[in-house]
């Protein structure tokens, strides 16, 4: 089912030259992320809400891995604004600012304090598996802007791409890159 969500989301045919293996994994990745996504847009919530309650200034470019394991054992418990996940090729990172600025840019058109960076690495994953397998990182980021976001524009929205590395939570500006699929983009997904 989730194979055909990749080939078929929106009406749109984003994975033709797809082997059924390479597929696989796509769905697997995608799927993987979208669960992440979720589990720390809820501890977030959860975390920010504690810090609301009892008056006390979030500062959240400080929040961990390990603060939003404190709300689900099922995040990942390390103590770092990184998370790798080596097998997979990915590298996930907590971005915050201390007060609402804008995400991405005033194009982006959207409020929040809070992101994901998903950096998609066939680097990475060839060191741990020995073989390159992302070939069309753009069907896995369409995927995950149908499943969280519902709108397939990478440049606006929840879910956009842009420059990896580069701080999604800036006032003025904008990511570089935005919308591209390009070896060194990442995926943004902005939770808060």
């Given amino acids: 089912m989730y ?3 990749i080939f078929f989301s929106k009406n749109y ?3 033709e030259s797809l082997t059924d293996e390479e597929a696989k994994i796509y769905a697997y990745l995608a799927l993987y992320i979208e669960d ?4 720390v847009k809820h501890a977030f919530v959860l975390l920010y809400n504690d810090y609301i309650n009892s008056k006390i200034n979030i500062v959240i470019s400080n929040i961990f891995w390990k603060n939003l394991a404190y709300y689900d054992e099922d995040l990942p418990n390390i103590d770092s604004n990184t ?3 080596p097998e997979l090729g ?5 971005w915050g600012a201390d007060y609402e600025k804008n995400f991405g840019s005033y194009k982006n058109k959207y409020q929040g304090i809070f ?3 998903v950096n998609i690495s066939n680097y990475l994953f060839h060191r741990y598996n020995g073989y ?5 990182k753009k069907s896995i980021y369409y995927f995950l802007d149908d499943k969280i976001d519902y709108v397939i524009d990478l440049k606006k929205g929840k879910v956009i791409t842009g420059r990896s590395g580069v701080n999604p939570l800036i006032q003025t500006g904008e990511i570089m890159n935005l919308g591209n699929d390009t070896n060194d983009s990442s995926l943004y997904i902005l939770c808060y």
Avoid: D, Q, W
Wanted: hydrophobic share 45%; proline share 4%; no cysteine.
């Fill in 3 to 5: 194979i055909l969500n």
């Fill in 13 to 15: 045919l984003y994975s």
């Fill in 36 to 39: 992440i996504y979720k589990k």
């Fill in 83 to 85: 998370y790798i996940v």
């Fill in 90 to 94: 990915l590298l996930i990172t907590l």
């Fill in 115 to 117: 992101a994901i960076e």
């Fill in 132 to 136: 390159t397998p992302y070939k069309n």
